[in-house]
């Protein structure tokens, strides 16, 4: 037979038995899919996180090798680069990608059970990546 406490002495999630006492329950009866809710989350941000920073790196080396090219072949006298009209076509891309990523933000936690196991798991990821 399980314990029992009177309900004011019980901090632990209960129910009440015949003889009016409580019974106290584990928490894993009580919230079996908060605990797989939670999980999700984390594992989703995890991912997510884990997943971006590694193709910010990409990103980051694809630009490297692209300027790189860039400067040998205008140094070559081969091509002649427009830095202004870059610089201009660079900030109107900045200004897009940054309401993209405030977008993709409230995407991926909009439907979520938990917002706050998500930012954990996805800043998680982002360090580990």
Do not use: H
Request: some cysteine; charged content about 10%; aromatic content about 14%.
């Amino acid at each position: 037979m399980p314990w029992c406490a009177p309900a004011a002495l019980s901090p632990l999630p209960s129910i009440k038995s015949q003889n009016n006492m409580r019974i106290d329950l584990p928490y894993q009866q009580l919230l079996p899919e908060t605990g797989l809710q939670i999980g999700f989350g984390f594992l989703t941000g995890f991912v997510a996180g884990y997943a971006g920073k590694k193709l910010i790196k990409l990103l980051a080396i694809l630009l490297g090798l692209l300027f790189l090219t860039l400067q040998v072949l205008a140094a070559g006298g081969f091509i002649t680069v427009n830095w202004s009209y870059i610089q201009q076509t660079s900030e109107s891309l900045y200004s897009e990608v940054e309401r993209s990523r405030q977008l993709w933000w409230q995407i991926l936690t909009d439907q979520l059970p938990f917002v706050a196991p998500f930012g954990v798991g996805f800043w998680v990821g982002f360090r580990k990546g």
